[in-house]
């Protein structure tokens, strides 16, 4: 009965672990074996960002049976590269250090209007390493509800899978920094380690979430792909910056470091 099967959801996910928190004692698994590689340590969670990748194709398949998918032309992606870039517009007013990334940010942009096409279906909208649970049955993805500052109604749009693809790829980059940043009494050369060894974390776990990702749907990241994938990545980071502004200004160095090189 219905009792039965509550109570069975409820001991089901008392026994999952945050993915959240898997990554940062991953990280700091890895931090504590100053002479070992990210794939050296027995907390290496590249398997589980491959299995991440999985759960995630399988959701968006899952999705797109249930619900319309449905094809975009090239004034769909006029739109989308003018909401971004809007989305930049109102971030500069916010974060005066974005400026000096701006050019990048607007080529990125700009270049979805190269593209003739996009393919939309319901996705998460706000995925990243704590909307997942690790339980004993693999990966379970959690909280369609999409991005919270957005209004209800914008949030239900159906939009491309590479936005939750962005999303997640953040997430990896973001756990790595945010030990590094808390790590007490760290500075000068062993600070310059720990900012390297979260950047093989960030790497490795970021590769392996998105080759999986992409075979599980049986295709490979080409030329149209990369371009929606690099635009979502660089709308997060605007998104994350305005954020960290607002709400946790030492944590802003982490956005701003992913323009410094590759988001």
């Known amino acids: 009965n219905t009792t039965?099967?509550?109570?069975?959801?409820?001991?089901?996910?008392?026994?999952?672990?945050?993915?959240?928190?898997?990554?940062?004692?991953?990280v700091r698994n890895l931090f504590a074996e100053a002479d070992l590689h990210a794939d050296e340590v027995g907390g290496d969670f590249a398997g589980e960002a491959a299995r991440l990748g999985v759960a995630l194709a399988e959701v968006h398949a899952d999705l797109a049976e249930h619900f319309p998918v449905e094809q975009r032309d090239a004034a769909a992606l006029d739109l989308l590269a003018g909401a971004m870039e809007g989305r930049l517009d109102a971030a500069l007013d916010v974060v005066p250090a974005l400026a000096e990334h701006e050019a990048g940010l607007r080529e990125t942009f700009g270049r979805l209007r190269g593209l003739d096409r996009i393919e939309v279906q319901?996705?998460?909208?706000?995925?990243?390493?704590?909307?997942?649970?690790?339980?004993?049955?693999?990966?379970?993805?959690?909280?369609?509800?999409?991005?919270?500052?957005?209004?209800?109604?914008?949030?239900?749009?159906?939009?491309?899978?590479?936005?939750?693809?962005?999303?997640?790829?953040?997430?990896?980059?973001?756990?790595?920094?945010?030990?590094?940043?808390?790590?007490?009494?760290?500075?000068?050369?062993?600070?310059?380690?720990?900012?390297?060894?979260a950047s093989e974390w960030a790497t490795r776990n970021r590769t392996a979430f998105l080759?999986?990702?992409?075979?599980?749907?049986?295709?490979?990241?080409?030329?149209?792909?990369?371009?929606?994938?690099?635009?979502?990545?660089?709308?997060?980071?605007?998104?994350?910056?305005?954020?960290?502004?607002?709400?946790?200004?030492?944590?802003?160095?982490?956005?701003?470091?992913?323009?410094?090189?590759?988001?």
């Open 4 to 26: 039965i099967q509550l109570a069975m959801l409820q001991q089901f996910l008392r026994t999952a672990s945050d993915g959240w928190d898997l990554a940062l004692a991953s």
């Open 122 to 197: 319901q996705v998460h909208g706000d995925l990243h390493l704590g909307q997942t649970l690790r339980t004993v049955k693999g990966w379970k993805i959690v909280d369609f509800e999409g991005e919270p500052a957005k209004p209800l109604a914008e949030r239900l749009k159906p939009d491309s899978v590479w936005r939750d693809v962005a999303g997640m790829c953040r997430s990896f980059d973001y756990a790595p920094r945010v030990v590094a940043m808390t790590g007490s009494g760290v500075e000068g050369a062993e600070a310059e380690q720990r900012n390297y060894r």
């Open 211 to 263: 080759d999986s990702y992409t075979a599980q749907r049986g295709e490979e990241l080409g030329d149209s792909a990369s371009t929606l994938l690099d635009a979502y990545l660089a709308d997060k980071v605007v998104y994350e910056a305005v954020y960290e502004a607002r709400n946790r200004p030492g944590w802003l160095s982490i956005p701003l470091a992913a323009l410094g090189g590759t988001t």
